[in-house]
């Protein structure tokens, strides 16, 4: 079950593989992490929003879809406010001083080794030390760390406290390493959708059979099919995919109960805490002031702040607030929300930037059926349970960006752990050629 | 909700202050994590079964419910089984050689000094490290952190490199010590009750209005009352005192959705993982042999063993699967399991050993209403989100060992959370004098 890009992947390679699909949504609505909402007239993106060069299923995807990318706007100056000191700096090099910026290129060097190897023999020692503690005791420098830092808690939405050295060199390796986990041009924030993403997971729903409102509440596979019990009625499978982020598929009622190594698994996995503030303004007075809107902060709420006028050209920023800074945020009054955002913006942008003619935020921490965002992580000490993550159990198999090899976390990663579950599922009916076959797919 | 001793204790002391309370309780039996089992025509305890000299609530309960203790049987030689080398010793001191004794000492001592500084004034900073991490740079010998690792695994039911330095010496603190988790004299293993744990919590279940195979599937609060839809039926309360481990109350569907801040909480809680073997004999032969039954391995699968005899002087011997190996163990079939167990011991107390007259096994990380056992600890990096463990929710509050300041983790940390959360709702009912309120209370 459910209708976020990897279940909607899967449910569309075995419909092209000629088999019958169902697929089973929790949400009112499709896409999953993957969403859009109306801010002063405009839609943006409030969940997955960008492709990179070398994701090529989305390429593919969108394209296939006829849709369009467009790229993240990142012409001009960019700010850096760290440790308190505001600076402004061109191209890719943040505005330190030079010793600083040496041991920061040093520490990229040293992830970037790492993450070589994580790719062919990572050390299970790292599965019991935290990033934290790497960086502690390899970068001296106080804004050093902050900066890494900073761009940690964007990408997992996380503290580096909470990554295990192994997750963290996974991550990258799964990806194009750190810096294009960091990175607009080149990197994982290069392209965004001139429909926005949600276009593409609503095309990719059209013609497939989506029950919205179907929440599986219990999985019992106790007999000859699976019989799925949901908030919109019970469903009968030979297969089920369910495609969901590790954490949420504990929360499923599971007859027989799940194996002990995936029981302990799916406590294994919390998800990362991020919120999304978009402030849209009547004209980009950023972009004339010379600025690209790219602000990196070490201190809260927020953490990095992006240029994020639609391609048809209203003009926003989008800010983000995440890990502990977003695990607070809810607890906040809504104006002192808004107050602390606009404050800080204004630090940047100038006074301008205190009058939006539109806010949104979108809290996915508050979002049950995800539980946080971008993605989840493993804990320390967990590697002893990572044989459970695809595992098929029964007749039941796992999709979900988590379970991806490549651009896990990513709306790559989800569409490729669709592909992968629904490969594994067409190979149990022996190939293309049985359409009375059925399966059942869930995502969130 | 949940008819362990959290839930009854809360239970117990509601309808004391003239409350009315109704538990809900999923499985088919109360107890929660305390439950026995008949092998070779005796009761075991396979879940809680040991009181410590300090945990005062269980001794005014045993007693209370006219129950009896009677000591952890210790006397005799024991036996080390440390990387590979079998040795024997008496009284508390392994028998390593003098240089390994003297680290294992000094290691102790550095434990303590923490645990002081734990119950004070504990450093933010040991969120962010392992206790693996903290014993591979603090501890030389491979000998002592084995050892070490063996203690701590019996202990949480997982592997040092899952536990933060700062849950660690938090939960030595809020026993009477890390020694105190480890000793049966004097420590968390000293004494068990007669009738067995269980007799201990179908007595505090006696008069109360107790609902078994009733799990609680949703809990809406969004009225002036809550609501709890459970598999017997739908339930009316005022208050709910919510008596899980954490990771569970993530499982129920609420309305409206948890507060982000425990929703981030209860991903950050996994169980440990823990099988207990018991092999019943027709005599305590190992006894006879001078030993006292008691063995500690640094291999696997079995990490600790003890004398199981019962009051009625049925010979019998339990030894713990625990951490990654009990994470693997139901992987393995059956008779390959017994065939592992009663190797080790055959090779600890001779070829008697291996004709056992009953066998049992109690896999705790395959029953999905605990998920594991015998507590849940928190991640790293979780500090930012602890505010949440006891915060109540609306008028959901929450109890279960895992929230207790004093003995958390223990059957004396359940009884003192229930105690807690039923003064907690007895507070908004303005005292003991209004008998209409009603309660619904929940354990597992």
Same mark, same amino acid.
């Given at each position: 079950?459910? !209708?976020?890009?990897? %279940? /909607?992947?899967? #449910? $569309?390679?075995?419909?092209?593989? *000629?088999?019958?699909?169902?697929? =089973? ?116 420098? !106080?804004?050093?760390? %902050? /900066?890494?830092? #900073? $761009?940690?808690?964007?990408?997992? *939405?996380?503290?580096?406290?909470? =990554? ?97 190594l995936r029981e302990q698994l799916v406590?294994?996995?919390?998800m990362g805490a991020t919120v999304k ?11 004339? #002031? ?11 709420? =927020? ?103 490549r651009w896990t976390g990513f709306m ?33």
């Amino acid at each position: 079950m459910g !209708a976020g890009l990897a %279940g /909607l992947a899967a #449910a $569309a390679e075995l419909t092209r593989r *000629g088999l019958q699909v169902v697929v =089973l949504e929790a949400r009112g609505r499709v896409g999953g992490r993957v969403a859009s909402r109306e801010i002063a007239g405009a839609r943006f993106d409030v969940g997955g929003q960008w492709i990179g060069p070398t994701q090529h299923r989305m390429h593919r995807l969108v394209s296939a879809h006829g849709l369009d990318l467009f790229p993240q706007w990142h012409a001009g100056t960019k700010i850096l406010d760290c440790q308190g000191k505001l600076s402004r700096y061109e191209g890719d090099i943040p505005s330190l001083p030079l010793v600083h910026l040496l041991e920061l290129q040093r520490s990229l060097w040293r992830l970037d080794a790492l993450t070589k190897r994580a790719r062919t023999t990572p050390d299970p020692a790292w599965d019991r030390s935290t990033l934290a503690d790497w960086s502690a005791s390899h970068v001296r420098s !106080a804004r050093v760390r %902050g /900066l890494l830092t #900073a $761009a940690v808690r964007v990408i997992f *939405g996380m503290e580096p406290a909470e =990554l295990s050295l192994l997750r963290f060199l996974g991550y990258s390796a799964s990806a194009d390493g750190f810096l294009s986990l960091a990175e607009i041009v080149g990197g994982a924030q290069q392209d965004k959708v001139v429909q926005g993403t949600h276009a593409l997971a609503e095309a990719m729903a059209a013609g497939l059979e989506v029950h919205c409102g179907a929440a599986v509440r219990a999985i019992d596979q106790s007999g000859d099919s699976v019989h799925l019990h949901t908030d919109a009625g019970v469903w009968q499978a030979d297969r089920v995919i369910v495609a969901l982020p590790p954490h949420l598929t504990g929360r499923i009622a599971w007859t027989p109960a799940l194996p002990q190594l995936r029981e302990q698994l799916v406590q294994r996995w919390p998800m990362g805490a991020t919120v999304k503030v978009f402030a849209v303004y009547e004209r980009p007075f950023w972009r004339a #002031a010379g600025l690209s809107g790219e602000v990196v902060h070490t201190g809260g709420p =927020l953490t990095v702040t992006f240029d994020a006028t639609t391609a048809e050209r209203v003009p926003a920023l989008l800010s983000f607030v995440v890990g502990d800074e977003a695990r607070r945020w809810g607890q906040r009054a809504e104006g002192e929300r808004r107050r602390a955002v606009l404050e800080s913006l204004v630090r940047w942008f100038g006074p301008e930037a205190g009058r939006p003619i539109g806010f949104g935020e979108e809290d996915w921490a508050r979002e049950p059926w995800s539980g946080g965002c971008p993605t989840s992580s493993p804990v320390t000490g967990s590697l002893a349970c990572m044989p459970a993550l695809r595992e098929p159990v029964g007749r039941v198999h796992w999709a979900g960006t988590e379970t991806a090899r490549r651009w896990t976390g990513f709306m790559e990663g989800a569409v490729e752990s669709g592909e992968r579950a629904a490969a594994e599922v067409a190979a149990r009916f022996g190939g293309p050629t049985r359409p009375s076959a059925s399966s059942a797919i869930g995502s969130a």
